[in-house]
């Protein structure tokens, strides 16, 4: 049995760092570039499996230089990647970031992660219904997402989604899930309406709304609680939404409460925001406790 397992994206994140982003028609030398690794899911299996969760990885790869270098990768990482798919003539998914202005902007190209669908989930069921969470995002076709949820849902088996990058998605699909993890204009987008108390009242310890600088809020039912966010010094923000899911899964497996699991989580995305790369600053279990003690938070 696993701790988690995540269905989701795998790709290869080429990464160019400059002073500003160019306008329409504009061409900038840049500062840097690397290709490194990432994807919401393989970016997310890695921060709970660095903080010692038992992790498989579910997702496709295509037969190239990229799906190699991926999968070794996870492999590194201590992600279980038996199950993972290689899939003929579709490239692995890569995503083109800009790093300027200490901020970051995406533009992803899906590959062979569309190739995940509900045969090879079913063909998967097994690992899947015997984990104790299941952890989503959007980057993976829709409707095998949605499909999860409601096999995950009909087997009591627990699940977080992270809605991003952004779909609108049935209010029926919403409410079978254990977490829900958008940033602001997620939620907007989500549950349509900017009546953000309310929504978090109802969605009690379930609707969890992570607001960059201004920290992570969430209802306990009586009272909205704003978890607020942690000074440091920013490298790059790239992945911090991932490390901050994977960290809140890994929290929630160990039997900790929905508040001990984000004010964990806040720690581990605040840590890695100061290094490179979406997996470069995630951090273990022993990095954080060290924060926590050098900080007392």
């Known amino acids: 049995m696993y701790d988690i397992v995540v269905i989701g994206s795998i790709n290869a994140d080429l990464v160019f760092k400059a002073d500003k982003r160019p306008n329409p028609g ?35 790869l295509g037969k190239d230089q990229n799906g190699v270098f991926l999968e070794e990768n996870l492999k590194i990482n201590n992600v279980d ?138 209802s306990d039912g009586d009272e909205v609680i704003n978890i607020p966010s942690l000074e440091v010094e920013v490298v790059d923000t790239t992945g911090a939404g991932d490390t901050f899911n994977g960290a809140f899964a890994q929290s929630i497996v160990k039997g900790k409460t929905v508040e001990e699991s984000i004010k964990f989580a806040n720690i581990a995305g605040a840590i890695s925001v100061t290094k490179f790369g979406a997996q470069g600053g995630m951090p273990t279990l022993k990095e954080i406790n060290e924060f926590i003690k050098k900080r007392k938070v």
């Open 81 to 218: 990647t038996k199950y993972i798919k290689k899939v003929n003539d579709v490239p692995s998914g890569v995503a083109g970031i800009v790093l300027a202005e200490g901020d970051n902007s995406i533009i992803v190209v899906p590959g062979a992660n569309y190739q995940v669908d509900k045969e090879y989930i079913d063909k998967n069921i097994d690992v899947i219904l015997e984990s104790k969470i299941v952890l989503l995002q959007l980057e993976i076709p829709i409707d095998v997402v949605e499909y999860v949820i409601d096999l995950c849902s009909k087997n009591n088996v627990k699940t977080i989604l992270n809605p991003a990058p952004i779909q609108k998605l049935k209010r029926s699909i919403l409410d079978k899930l254990d977490f829900v993890t958008p940033n602001e204009h997620e939620f907007e987008i989500l549950y349509g309406s900017n009546n953000e108390e309310k929504i978090l009242k109802e969605q009690k310890n379930k609707l969890i709304i992570t607001k960059g600088s201004k920290g992570v809020v969430f």
């Open 26 to 60: 504009e061409t900038l030398l840049g500062n840097d570039f690397k290709t490194v690794p990432g994807g919401k899911g393989a970016n997310q299996a890695i921060a709970a499996a660095r903080l010692g969760s038992k992790v498989a990885m579910l997702g496709c």
